[in-house]
């Protein structure tokens, strides 16, 4: 499937200004920009499993598109949310637990990079993998 494979991080679009925004303290942010992210993406039909490991933590998702489930961000930000398949990208929509507000993200392959974009608030960001 097209988002199959290991990917890590090549760099960072904008994405202190959207943990500023999510309300992410600075010292926790400038940990971030160097957590060396790598996300392993396997797909079967309409399920996926992704594989986080970074420098703070590793953490296995499961989800179903469509299908609503809990996840805690890297900064212990509690969300709800799902994510569908919208032709060739991947699109999650997440509601914080604890002020109601909505996270959205997605991801895209663009010219042999996944593309995960976030937009919270009014302000937008990007986060850009290369294959491992």
Do not use: P
């Amino acid at each position: 499937m097209t988002f199959n494979g290991t990917w890590k991080v090549d760099r960072n679009d904008n994405y202190d200004k959207f943990m500023e925004k999510m309300g992410v303290n600075m010292v926790k942010r400038k940990l971030a920009e160097h957590d060396n992210l790598k996300i392993t993406i396997e797909q079967t039909g309409d399920k996926f499993l992704v594989k986080e490991s970074s420098n703070f933590r590793k953490k296995d998702i499961n989800f179903t598109l469509g299908v609503k489930f809990d996840y805690s961000l890297a900064d212990g930000t509690e969300v709800s949310g799902s994510w569908d398949l919208e032709g060739d990208m991947l699109k999650g929509i997440f509601t914080r637990k604890d002020n109601g507000m909505e996270l959205t993200t997605t991801r895209i392959i663009d010219g042999g990079e996944l593309v995960q974009s976030y937009s919270y608030d009014g302000v937008e960001a990007k986060r850009i993998f290369k294959k491992a």
